[in-house]
T-cell receptor
Framework: GQSLEQPSEVTAVEGAIVQINCTYQ??????LSWYQQHDGGAPTFLSY????GLEETGRFSSFLSRSDSYGYLLLQELQMKDSASYFC????????????FGAGTRLFVKA | DVKVTQSSRYLVKRTGEKVFLECVQD?????MFWYRQDPGLGLRLIYF???????EKGDIPEGYSVSREKKERFSLILESASTNQTSMYLC????????????FGPGTRLTVT
């Protein structure tokens, strides 16, 4: 079957660095994405990794290791506005390249 | 900016009613998706479509159907609403079969009583 695991909650202080991990199990892995969702809002796309390595976009970076079926989202210089839920999502080529989301990690940023 | 709109922000229906949720995107995207979001379960894919008149089942298609008669519009239909279909429904669109950036609509909070 297909499954993704990520921590349910993470707490960090303003200005710190936080890493949100995601492990996945899927038969036809194609790529790993990350989305951010604030309370009451819609998910917004953050990053996508199809190949091993680190992708950097401003304060956010995303990493993928296909051999370990593992990825993470790294948030640097945390700000209060980063308090949100973060979802990893796997693109799976079986079943027509459908997208499977994890349950989400709730990030609390404290002053 | 990509815009994905959904027909209603909040909807209350009775058990057994037929429910239509409409989604429209304005960026000529090939792909469109319907998800439901429930606390602790993340987003679960109901149906998706790669082209007009095409549809593929997601992980939880039971009790739902979809229609894509025009490229910009993707409708989700609950043939006979049940209380376990009370949820937040999110529509998304994206470019290309293998691209993964999806743009989400604001969601429809459906309550079935």
């Amino acid at each position: 079957g297909q499954s993704l695991e990520q921590p349910s909650e993470v707490t960090a202080v303003e200005g710190a660095i936080v890493q949100i991990n995601c492990t996945y199990q899927t038969s036809g892995f194609y790529g790993l994405s990350w989305y951010q969702q604030h309370d009451g809002g819609a998910p917004t796309f953050l990053s996508y990794n199809a190949l091993d390595g680190l992708e950097e976009t401003g304060r956010f970076s995303s990493f993928l290791s296909r051999s370990d079926s593992y990825g993470y989202l790294l948030l640097q210089e945390l700000q209060m506005k980063d308090s949100a839920s973060y979802f990893c999502a796997v693109r799976d080529r079986t079943g027509g390249f459908k997208t499977i989301f994890g349950a989400g990690t709730r990030l609390f940023v404290k002053a | 900016d990509v815009k994905v709109t959904q027909s209603s922000r909040y909807l209350v229906k009775r058990t057994g009613e037929k429910v239509f949720l409409e989604c429209v995107q304005d960026m000529d995207h090939e792909n469109m998706f319907w998800y439901r979001q429930d606390p602790g379960l993340g987003l679960r894919l109901i149906y998706f479509s790669y082209d007009v008149k095409m549809k593929e089942k997601g992980d939880i298609p039971e009790g739902y159907s979809v229609s894509r008669e025009k490229k910009e519009r993707f409708s989700l239909i609950l043939e006979s609403a049940s209380t376990n279909q009370t949820s937040m429904y999110l529509c998304a669109s994206g470019l290309g079969r293998k691209a993964d950036e999806q743009y989400f609509g604001p969601g429809t909070r459906l309550t079935v009583t």
